[in-house]
């Protein structure tokens, strides 16, 4: 496995390479990027959380696009594993600066912008800041103008959103991100990589050979093709498959587990895919939510806008659909959404020996039970479509959560309606947060379609949702706060899908409803 750390090559072999005075062991499957940079001497990058919410452990990514142009990604390194680096440049707050002779260094504009805008005091948190907002100059950098001050400090907000601060406050790191992406003085950090080195390093990766399978050691597996992906599959089980690893990390970082073979499906072209074709839109179970962003800017800017509030940047800029649907976490925030726009995914079985087959199921019927599906042993998720008339009709989503960046939520509602005259003919009201599972509350469904819609009904179904629903307390809210909150989001949608803007809380007889949070 090669990679560039910062302005060097990094070549790993996969089996014990004693002896070689230009390889190195590859690192066990489940080793972190930040625990490898760390026992290489490389500890700007921090620890801080180990969990993906402080940003002290940001590194940038670069990777090629289908254009074969490098572009880089904010990410976590405490949740990011080693193996993921193949093929890719990383960059960590040491790589920023460049060599300009050999006891000198020219700090990166971000860099000397923390230091005139006085944007670091204990110092701990600053190398993810500084290297958040290396990222988004870095996609900046090839800019035609210079961006204004109000969009310059929206990217700023958006970069830093999962970088925590104990000391400063933001408002110097804000204004050091400002100033950079207002200025002309942004260098890519590719322009200090020799071309030739950097070129070499980002081809294709040849397959990885089977020594180290033959000799029973720990593998991590980077399938190019479906096929490849579920032979691995087939003869390891789903419980190897690794993505954004946003949630899976966790296993290695908070519990301790370890894992001796794991199975990166990132590099397979099908599940990276986003496609239209007969009536529905296709996602790979590997777009990441960055990439789901720009498809949806412009289908759905409400979905986007939630998309921002599911996680940080970093976790964005990782973190899959598929990996969202498959842990089944009942507080995951895009399974109300797909419930509401009544998507289904398409489950591959790979049993051992045996040619692939596909089935597909509707989302409102892949879960049994918390953290339980109807993915077997050798099943997987290769893709999640959506109607496109679904995403086309009026529909809300809601999030509260206690925080409003970067936060899990309390509850989550989604919501599609499609009817004229007053008079729904489709209606569909999903909620996260509230139980075990994802869930959809079909006679709340019912009782919307089967009359003229109006204040009155508006009540009534309000009332219906808080009798039917049966929530769980625990430590985000209890039962009482969230079926209260479940039936203001509902009629705060119908009220938005008549036109009207919601009533004031005096106005509401039935219910004391204080107005959502945080949506």
């Not at 990383?90 to 912008?113: D, F, I, M, S």
């Not at 009155?456 to 629903?469: I, Y």
């Amino acid at each position: 496995m090669e990679f560039m750390l910062n302005n060097k090559p990094v070549s790993f072999d996969i089996v014990d390479s004693a002896g070689s005075d230009h390889l190195e062991t590859m690192p066990a499957p489940d080793t972190t990027i930040l625990k490898m940079l760390r026992e290489r001497g490389l500890v700007g990058t921090k620890e801080g959380c180990a969990s993906g919410d402080c940003g002290a452990c940001t590194v940038m990514i670069g990777e090629a696009n289908n254009d074969g142009v490098l572009e880089y990604r904010a990410i976590n390194a405490c949740i990011s594993l080693a193996g993921s680096l193949a093929n890719k440049h990383l960059v960590t707050v040491e790589g920023l600066a460049k060599q300009t002779t050999e006891n000198e260094q020219q700090l990166h504009p971000v860099q000397r912008a923390m230091v005139d805008c006085h944007g670091s005091q204990c110092g701990f948190c600053t190398p993810g800041f500084v290297m958040s907002l290396a990222a988004v100059a870095e996609q900046a950098s090839g800019r035609k103008a210079q961006l204004e001050l109000d969009d310059a400090r929206i990217k700023v907000l958006d970069a830093i959103s999962g970088n925590l601060c104990r000391c400063t406050g933001y408002r110097p790191i804000i204004e050091a991100g400002v100033s950079v992406l207002t200025g002309s003085d942004i260098n890519a950090v590719g322009d200090a990589v020799d071309d030739e080195v950097l070129n070499e390093i980002l081809r294709p990766p040849h397959p990885i050979s089977s020594g180290a399978e033959a000799a029973g050691e720990a593998n991590y597996y980077r399938p190019r093709s479906l096929a490849a992906l579920d032979a691995l599959v087939g003869r390891l089980g789903n419980k190897a498959i690794v993505a954004g690893c946003t949630d899976f990390a966790l296993e290695i970082t908070q519990r301790w587990r370890a894992y001796q073979n794991l199975v990166d499906v990132t590099r397979v072209p099908e599940l990276l895919a986003m496609t239209e074709a007969d009536g529905k839109l296709s996602i790979g179970a590997a777009v990441t939510y960055t990439d789901i962003e720009r498809q949806f800017k412009d289908l759905s800017p409400g979905f986007v806008h939630l998309l921002s509030r599911l996680g940080s940047r970093q976790i964005r800029n990782c973190g899959t659909l598929g990996g969202n649907i498959g842990t089944a976490s009942p507080i995951a925030d895009t399974p109300p959404v797909l419930l509401a726009w009544d998507a289904d995914v398409v489950i591959r079985s790979c049993a051992p020996e045996a040619i692939a087959t596909e089935r597909h199921i509707a989302l409102s019927d892949f879960y049994l039970d918390y953290r339980k599906t109807r993915l077997q042993a050798h099943q997987y998720i290769s893709e999640i479509r959506i109607p496109t008339q679904s995403i086309h009709r009026f529909h809300r989503f809601y999030k509260h959560s206690k925080r409003l960046e970067d936060d899990i939520s309390s509850v989550m509602g989604a919501f599609c309606f499609d009817g004229n005259e007053g008079q729904l003919v489709h209606a569909r009201v999903a909620f996260g947060g509230m139980a075990a599972i994802p869930l959809r509350v079909p006679i709340v469904e019912a009782l919307l379609v089967a009359e003229k819609l109006s204040e009155d009904l508006v009540n009534r179904a309000c009332r219906l949702l808080s009798e039917t629903l049966t929530p769980m307390t625990d430590v985000r809210a209890s039962a009482a706060f969230r079926a209260e909150m479940a039936s203001e989001m509902l009629s705060r949608a119908l009220f938005e899908y008549l036109g009207q803007s919601m009533p004031r809380v005096d106005e509401l007889k039935d219910f004391g409803l204080r107005g959502v949070d945080n949506v």
